[in-house]
């Protein structure tokens, strides 16, 4: 079956519509203002942002937990060589 260059032209031209009709609408369903992308370009930076700052935290967080696990072990050797050499705690 073949289509002359009208037929064809006029798929095309109903099927672009319905992709975009059908884009629209699952846009706006997920809240999303079609008819202003600058300010959905804003929102997705700033999702971006809080995402890699979250990530930062993330990293940060686990460094200084353990750096606290490291000086909590090195203090509690610290404290048993130090009781070994002097021979525990004071008496009263």
Known sequence: MEWDEATKALINDVAEK???ETMERTMTTFGIDVANPLEV????????GMRENWNSVKSRS?????GLMITGFFTFLWAAVKSSL???PPAN
């Open 18 to 20: 319905a992709a975009n």
């Open 86 to 88: 002097y021979g525990g």
């Open 62 to 66: 686990i460094f200084v937990a353990v």
């Open 41 to 48: 370009q804003a929102d997705f930076r700033f999702i971006r």
